[in-house]
């Protein structure tokens, strides 16, 4: 480096590999209690070595499930794309969002279609895809961005507050309730009991000594509740909200049941709601670690929102892994496979592999190309609301950088407890305070 040419990247994160392969257990609580220099460190020891391991499986605490087999766990990012484009053979109708199979009637009702293979899963994503058209997406803008604006309102006098609660948290479950058509006074439900579904690794969120099953079930009857309270108001009185337009949709595939409603319901709250908060909130502790990449965004928001938003989906990879079953005897990354095993995609790690992403560690908001796995791999699967996630990810930003421009993070983040979502639960921060908008 010359000193015409001064290097104004940002330092690579650190990682510590203190972990010798044969010693990684993915399933084990202790490496997830680890911290995050270690854990990334123990990936990059699995890509270089082993990057097919074999992996045993753990009971699940606070729950009436035996340990299953065990699981390969693929850790590149090549190896994920082939099991992603390969749903004949890497299904997911024994489970995609839980590593343990969970009783049929469970996935089924928390998953709904992430939990199915095609035909069923292109039915359902055929007739729920209306609510993500360029068109329906352009109608929800308005929504956007009046309600980020609301959000900074409801906070910016008072100089402080609780970046995860107060910031991140409302938008992506505002924005559902919005598309859905459910009203206001249920945001606080919708809040407790999708943070009970997504938490329930957590001892927090679940209560120490409490049945996760039974807690999980206790939510999603809620919501399942009160989507069949709405289904039945609509079918009176259809709106213009996704809600009627599901129920009521002239298609060949028909309209969906009310059960296949309130699946797809869980599944939208769950699946849109924690992602995308956690998303913003990571977005936000990488900006503060890096002044540097910060200064670029803010100078040119516009130009730059593209690949600063790709960034912080690969940087915060909210959904840490997925799973698939093998439909068949079969071959990846040149270990045999028997049918009926299980095969853990590690979206984490694929998106630190440093055979597709330059100084994976770096975190650059003009990072191209950026061909990351936060959204999942290219398949039928493929995240269904990544366009409306972008979208939030952008205006949220767009307003905190213009608005709170001196925001900063003044104490530890509070993380969340779980190998499945990569989340934070709360995060003080502080700024010069300001107006609401008019
Ligand atoms: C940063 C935010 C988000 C991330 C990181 C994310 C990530 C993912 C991932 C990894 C998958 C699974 C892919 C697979 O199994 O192959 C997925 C599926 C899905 N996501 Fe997202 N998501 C986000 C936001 C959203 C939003 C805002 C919505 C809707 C409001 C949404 C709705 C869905 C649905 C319905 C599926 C299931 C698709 C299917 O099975 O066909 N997601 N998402």
């Given at each position: 480096m010359t000193p015409e040419s001064p290097d104004l990247r940002s330092p690579a994160m650190e990682i510590r590999p203190v972990l010798a392969v044969d010693d990684i257990d993915l399933s084990d609580r202790n490496f997830w209690m680890r911290p995050h220099a270690e854990r990334e460190g123990g990936f990059e020891t699995l890509r270089q070595e082993r990057p097919v391991a074999w992996m045993k499986e753990q009971e699940v605490i606070g729950a009436p499930i035996p340990a299953g087999p065990g699981y390969w766990a693929l850790t590149r990012h090549a190896d994920i794309l082939e099991a992603s484009r390969n749903p004949a053979i890497f299904s997911s109708a024994r489970g995609a969002t839980s590593i343990q199979d969970l009783p049929p009637e469970f996935s089924e009702f928390f998953g709904g279609m992430i939990n199915m293979d095609d035909p069923r899963h292109g039915r359902q994503r055929r007739i729920v895809s209306r609510g993500f058209t360029p068109r329906a997406l352009a109608k929800l803008e308005e929504s956007v961005e009046r309600r980020a604006d609301a959000i900074i309102d409801r906070v910016?006098?008072?100089?402080?507050?609780d970046f995860v609660h107060d910031?991140?948290?409302?938008l992506p479950l505002e924005i559902i309730a919005d598309m859905m058509g459910i009203?206001?006074?249920?945001n606080e439900m919708l809040f407790r009991n999708t943070n009970i579904i997504l938490g329930l690794g957590d001892p927090e969120l679940v209560g120490e000594g409490g049945n996760i099953i039974a807690t999980a079930l206790g939510a999603g009857a809620e919501l399942a509740a009160l989507m069949k309270e709405m289904a039945a108001e609509r079918a009176e009185t259809p709106g213009d909200d996704l809600t009627s337009q599901i129920l009521n949709a002239e298609l060949e595939d028909g309209a969906l049941t009310g059960e296949e409603l309130a699946s797809f319901f869980v599944l939208l709250v769950v699946a849109g709601n924690e992602t995308t908060r956690n998303a913003v909130s990571h977005g936000m502790k990488a900006l503060c670690d890096n002044p540097g990449e910060r200064a670029k965004w803010s100078a040119d928001f516009e130009g730059v929102a593209s690949t600063a938003v790709e960034e912080i989906v690969r940087w915060s990879s909210p959904v840490i892994f997925m799973r698939r079953s093998c439909t068949q005897d079969t071959v990846l990354g040149e270990q045999a496979m028997k049918e009926g095993d299980k095969v853990v995609l590690w979206y984490n790690s694929g998106n630190r592999d440093s055979a597709v992403f330059e100084d994976p560690y770096r975190f650059d908001v003009l990072r191209t190309p950026n061909e990351h796995v936060g959204f999942g791999g290219p398949g039928p699967h493929f995240c269904l609301g990544a366009n409306l996630a972008r979208r939030e990810i952008k205006v949220m930003f767009e307003r905190i950088l213009r608005?709170?421009?001196?925001?900063?993070?003044?104490g530890r983040p509070d993380y969340l407890e779980s190998n499945f979502i990569h989340g934070i639960k709360r995060m003080p921060c502080a700024f010069t305070p300001g107006s609401p908008s008019a």
């Amino acid at each position: 480096m010359t000193p015409e040419s001064p290097d104004l990247r940002s330092p690579a994160m650190e990682i510590r590999p203190v972990l010798a392969v044969d010693d990684i257990d993915l399933s084990d609580r202790n490496f997830w209690m680890r911290p995050h220099a270690e854990r990334e460190g123990g990936f990059e020891t699995l890509r270089q070595e082993r990057p097919v391991a074999w992996m045993k499986e753990q009971e699940v605490i606070g729950a009436p499930i035996p340990a299953g087999p065990g699981y390969w766990a693929l850790t590149r990012h090549a190896d994920i794309l082939e099991a992603s484009r390969n749903p004949a053979i890497f299904s997911s109708a024994r489970g995609a969002t839980s590593i343990q199979d969970l009783p049929p009637e469970f996935s089924e009702f928390f998953g709904g279609m992430i939990n199915m293979d095609d035909p069923r899963h292109g039915r359902q994503r055929r007739i729920v895809s209306r609510g993500f058209t360029p068109r329906a997406l352009a109608k929800l803008e308005e929504s956007v961005e009046r309600r980020a604006d609301a959000i900074i309102d409801r906070v910016i006098e008072r100089g402080e507050c609780d970046f995860v609660h107060d910031i991140a948290a409302p938008l992506p479950l505002e924005i559902i309730a919005d598309m859905m058509g459910i009203p206001e006074s249920q945001n606080e439900m919708l809040f407790r009991n999708t943070n009970i579904i997504l938490g329930l690794g957590d001892p927090e969120l679940v209560g120490e000594g409490g049945n996760i099953i039974a807690t999980a079930l206790g939510a999603g009857a809620e919501l399942a509740a009160l989507m069949k309270e709405m289904a039945a108001e609509r079918a009176e009185t259809p709106g213009d909200d996704l809600t009627s337009q599901i129920l009521n949709a002239e298609l060949e595939d028909g309209a969906l049941t009310g059960e296949e409603l309130a699946s797809f319901f869980v599944l939208l709250v769950v699946a849109g709601n924690e992602t995308t908060r956690n998303a913003v909130s990571h977005g936000m502790k990488a900006l503060c670690d890096n002044p540097g990449e910060r200064a670029k965004w803010s100078a040119d928001f516009e130009g730059v929102a593209s690949t600063a938003v790709e960034e912080i989906v690969r940087w915060s990879s909210p959904v840490i892994f997925m799973r698939r079953s093998c439909t068949q005897d079969t071959v990846l990354g040149e270990q045999a496979m028997k049918e009926g095993d299980k095969v853990v995609l590690w979206y984490n790690s694929g998106n630190r592999d440093s055979a597709v992403f330059e100084d994976p560690y770096r975190f650059d908001v003009l990072r191209t190309p950026n061909e990351h796995v936060g959204f999942g791999g290219p398949g039928p699967h493929f995240c269904l609301g990544a366009n409306l996630a972008r979208r939030e990810i952008k205006v949220m930003f767009e307003r905190i950088l213009r608005r709170m421009p001196d925001l900063e993070i003044t104490g530890r983040p509070d993380y969340l407890e779980s190998n499945f979502i990569h989340g934070i639960k709360r995060m003080p921060c502080a700024f010069t305070p300001g107006s609401p908008s008019a």
